[in-house]
């Protein structure tokens, strides 16, 4: 149809008001993946009212507070400490929809139409109960959306802890309610008083009336029992799963067939054969991502393994798998090229964590102003009698080997090893033959304890494709001379045309550019602050030590980047991040332990599905 339009002809039918077509992108609802978010953000905004109508008398009256009934809980004129508690429980409800769990969804389902009912039955609601029945259906038409898998352990463990804290709230609830004998009004019998104590622990006001204010009391007392009791059992339903680290013997060998063809690609590559990581491939098997799950967050390091082209698919099976858990997608120290790809194919945004020094060999030398603090430590440090040796691991003898990995042990600060993105955990491995090993050496004065004879450090370099390598560790004898690490990475570089490597990656200097910017001249007032930050903080963690070490050997710097959902994320996976290096560790009564490993499903499952999620 052609209609004028400034008097002239046009084929195209205008369109109505704006307004009419917000409205129709109103009626017609959120889109499918954001249902969670949507449920899960009215649940907390309902719960925050709730506790607000518990703390704030006049509230409880607000015509506001009517929408609360829209949620399980607020079904009954409850008490101000009932208001709390349902407000509380909401917000972990809340919490459950909003990262797409099941079992939130059948909580949900299962308590909405006993809530209608008991606003029918009780306080004569119908609109209250006519929008829990729209809730009903509303969650029962997206149930597809709600597909996250909790810890498969968890449930009985859920059960556990509610049998055994029910007994026992109960039993301290009798406690209570018997201690304030003496301001009853009347003597109620023991069924009545048992009576109390369960409707307490649920939040409701029971039978028994006190004097003096102690209906306060106890009812606050019994409702934070029952809130322990509930709450507990709550997270212990609805939180996701960890899982033990699995990397099969299979997955290993096809990760170091894929390094064998791709590993020039990126310094890190090696460090994807960690056996507590897990991986996760491709459909067409020619690319791979390893992880590990710390703290709810699916953690990537590095960039993908295998063929670029083939980056993609990994990258898709590795985000329906933290979806299908809930868990919180990461990647941490890809390049700016793998930034590009996972953010291109999943829609995350990045952010530069820092830049990795690379020297390349061929430019290395001792000479020159610039270099003249690291010459003269080597000199003087071979003056005093130190030598070293630079050779592949299948060179040393078994005895050697055996020493080395004693005198690495013992000269560990911590009682685990550290480190994730950089670290490979082992030394001398028989699959890890090409790997090289520096030592440092100086027979022992008269009268000196050295359990490791001449030994006085040693590093661990892994490889970095055919002609590469990659610093993983430094260790030494804390009696040794300082200068161990500078002149063993010189040995090394020096014995590197021999083993025929061209190229370096030493370590990660995170933050690197705040700190070089923020003290030069001239720099502004945010990055002084950004850099007066980071060297404070360079007090617990080494950020300002390691630049400076690394700026000793003038290499190249790469930038490297973390890859998150978004900005709220952040301190979750920083501190994911933190535990996975060893720089942070949980009291021992908060750690988890992972669940048994298990095979994780393959890739034609978890293409299935991608399938079925992209049908709902």
């Given at each position: 149809m052609s209609v004028r339009v400034d008097g002239k002809k046009s084929d195209e039918v205008p369109q109505g008001p704006k307004w009419l077509s917000g409205l129709a992108r109103i009626a017609k609802g959120p889109k499918p993946e954001r249902v969670p978010a949507v449920v899960g953000t009215i649940g907390a905004l309902i719960g925050l009212m709730d506790i607000a109508a518990g703390v704030i008398p006049r509230f409880r009256w607000s015509k506001v507070h009517a929408l609360a009934e829209v949620l399980p809980g607020t079904v009954t004129q409850l008490a101000a400490a009932g208001s709390i508690i349902v407000g509380l429980l909401l917000l972990m409800l809340a919490h459950g929809l909003k990262r797409a769990k099941k079992r939130a969804w059948w909580a949900a389902v299962i308590v909405l139409p006993l809530g209608a009912a008991a606003q029918l039955i009780y306080r004569h609601s119908y609109i209250g109960t006519a929008l829990s029945?729209?809730?009903?259906?509303?969650?029962?038409?997206?149930?597809?959306?709600?597909?996250?898998?909790?810890?498969?352990?968890?449930?009985?463990?859920?059960?556990?802890?509610?049998?055994?804290?029910?007994?026992?709230?109960?039993?301290l609830g009798w406690v209570i309610v018997g201690s304030h004998a003496n301001q009853m009004i009347g003597d109620p019998p023991v069924l009545e008083q048992?009576?109390?104590?369960?409707?307490?622990?649920?939040?409701?006001?029971?039978?028994?009336?006190?004097?003096?204010?102690?209906?306060?009391?106890?009812g606050y007392s019994l409702g934070a029992l029952g809130l322990l009791t509930v709450g507990t059992t709550a997270y212990l339903a609805f939180r996701p799963e960890y899982p033990a680290p699995l990397l099969t013997e299979q997955d290993e060998d096809r990760l170091r067939e894929l390094l064998a063809k791709h590993g020039a690609r990126d310094s890190l590559g090696h460090f994807a054969l960690r056996r507590d990581?897990?991986?996760?491939?491709?459909?067409?098997?020619?690319?791979?991502?390893?992880?590990?799950?710390?703290?709810?967050v699916m953690l990537a390091s590095g960039d993908p393994i295998g063929d670029v082209e083939?980056?993609?698919?990994?990258?898709?099976?590795?985000?329906?798998?933290?979806?299908?858990?809930?868990?919180?997608?990461?990647?941490?120290?890809?390049?700016?090229?793998?930034?590009?790809?996972?953010?291109?194919?999943?829609?995350?945004?990045?952010?530069?964590?820092?830049?990795?020094?690379?020297?390349?060999?061929?430019?290395?030398?001792?000479?020159?102003?610039?270099?003249?603090?690291?010459?003269?430590?080597?000199?003087?440090?071979?003056?005093?009698?130190?030598?070293?040796k630079v050779r592949r691991v299948g060179d040393l003898g078994p005895e050697e080997l055996e020493a080395v990995q004693k005198a690495a042990n013992a000269w560990r600060d911590t009682e685990d090893e550290r480190g994730f993105s950089m670290a490979l955990g082992r030394i001398g491995d028989p699959k890890d033959l090409d790997a090289i090993i520096a030592t440092a050496h100086k027979d022992p004065e008269e009268g000196e304890d050295c359990p490791f004879g001449?030994?006085?450090?040693?590093?661990?370099?892994?490889?970095?494709?055919?002609?590469?390598?990659?610093?993983?560790?430094?260790?030494?004898?804390?009696?040794?001379?300082?200068?161990?690490?500078?002149?063993?990475?010189?040995a090394f570089l020096q014995a590197a045309p021999e083993l025929k490597i061209k190229r370096l990656s030493l370590n990660f200097a995170f933050f690197r550019s705040a700190l070089e910017r923020g003290g030069k001249l001239g720099a502004g007032p945010v990055v002084r602050i950004q850099r007066s930050v980071l060297v404070f903080l360079s007090r617990w963690f080494q950020i300002e030590s390691l630049y400076k070490f690394n700026e000793k050997f003038r290499p190249r710097w790469e930038p490297r980047f973390v890859v998150f959902p978004n900005n709220r994320d952040l301190p979750r996976i920083g501190f994911a991040m933190m535990q996975a290096e060893g720089f942070l560790e949980l009291p021992r009564l908060l750690r988890r332990r992972p669940a048994p490993p298990q095979e994780l499903p393959d890739e034609e499952s978890l293409s299935e599905q991608s399938e079925v999620t992209r049908a709902a």
């Open positions: 029945l729209l809730l009903f259906v509303y969650l029962l038409r997206h149930r597809q959306a709600f597909h996250a898998l909790p810890d498969s352990r968890s449930r009985w463990k859920a059960l556990a802890n509610l049998i055994v804290m029910g007994g026992l709230s109960f039993a048992i009576e109390h104590v369960i409707w307490g622990l649920f939040g409701f006001e029971g039978s028994i009336r006190y004097t003096g204010g102690t209906d306060y009391v106890v990581k897990s991986v996760v491939f491709s459909p067409s098997g020619k690319a791979a991502v390893s992880y590990r799950v710390v703290s709810g083939a980056w993609p698919g990994a990258i898709e099976q590795f985000m329906e798998l933290a979806k299908r858990h809930s868990w919180t997608p990461a990647v941490a120290g890809c390049s700016e090229t793998g930034g590009e790809v996972w953010t291109r194919e999943t829609g995350l945004d990045a952010l530069e964590m820092g830049d990795e020094a690379i020297v390349e060999v061929a430019d290395f030398s001792l000479t020159g102003r610039s270099m003249r603090n690291v010459r003269q430590m080597v000199k003087r440090i071979e003056r005093n009698g130190y030598s070293t001449d030994l006085r450090a040693m590093q661990h370099y892994v490889p970095w494709g055919p002609d590469g390598s990659s610093l993983e560790l430094m260790r030494r004898d804390r009696s040794a001379d300082p200068g161990m690490n500078e002149l063993l990475i010189v």
